[in-house]
């Protein structure tokens, strides 16, 4: 029987940041909480856990809710949680926030255009090239190299450009998450609902939008 707590994820996703080295596990975050979870096996490992405590470093505002996170796949031991204007650099084999951080958007992804600078609400990692990712804010996007803060595309509506999403996903993305498996496919979260997207392919798999309920277990109890 799911606590109230873990039903709270089946309601919406904030964020999800894989471990190192593109492993099984990742954490989800909701408001206050995470889940540690098994992306191969679909299990919790551990929690509903606070934020607050159990990852150093973060500031107090950070384990408030975490808006957007993103694994540095050119530099597998990093990771980047955003919170409002500002983000912080998370080592994941250290398993703190590097110090020095949080720092605003603004200063440390200057390419970004300035509506991206008040807040992310999530990122991709691209499906080959290790130094590029999309963020998306409200109802935009943008493609992003990462290595050398550089913006490629963008900002574009994700209306258009994401074939067979659904109109409410392309009004706001809440949160992205990997396949464990094929790099190709990634899963795209709004409210209570989620979608499997091949970047390959470009375009939604069919099926979808799915209840998070019937497809990540852990989360139904």
């Given at each position: ?45 551990s ?44 080592d ?40 590029v ?22 900002p ?42 091949d ?16 497809g ?6």
């Open positions: 029987m799911a606590t109230d707590v873990q039903e709270s994820f089946n309601r919406r996703i904030d964020a999800v940041l894989r471990s190192k080295d593109e492993g099984p596990i990742a954490w989800f975050f909701k408001d206050t909480q995470y889940v540690r979870y098994n992306l191969k096996d679909d299990k919790g490992v929690g509903p856990k606070p934020v607050a405590g159990n990852w150093p470093g973060l500031p107090d505002s950070f384990t408030r809710g975490v808006d957007a996170a993103l694994n540095r796949r050119d530099r597998p031991d990093v990771g980047y949680l955003f919170k409002d204007d500002q983000y912080v650099r998370y994941l084999t250290a398993d703190r926030a590097d110090s020095g951080y949080p720092k605003s958007i603004a200063e440390g992804w200057s390419a970004l255009p300035a509506a991206f600078h008040l807040g992310i609400d999530a990122a991709a990692n691209h499906q080959s090239d290790p130094e990712v999309w963020f998306f804010k409200d109802d935009q996007y943008v493609r992003y190299n990462v290595a050398s803060d550089k913006l490629l595309a963008g574009k509506p994700i209306a258009g450009n994401w074939p067979g999403l659904p109109d409410s996903f392309a009004r706001r993305v809440d949160a992205v998450a990997p396949h464990v498996t094929d790099p190709n496919k990634i899963y795209l979260f709004k409210d209570d609902q989620y979608v499997r997207f970047l390959a392919a470009d375009r939604a798999d069919e099926g979808y939008p799915k209840p998070i309920r019937s990540w277990s852990f989360f139904a109890g």
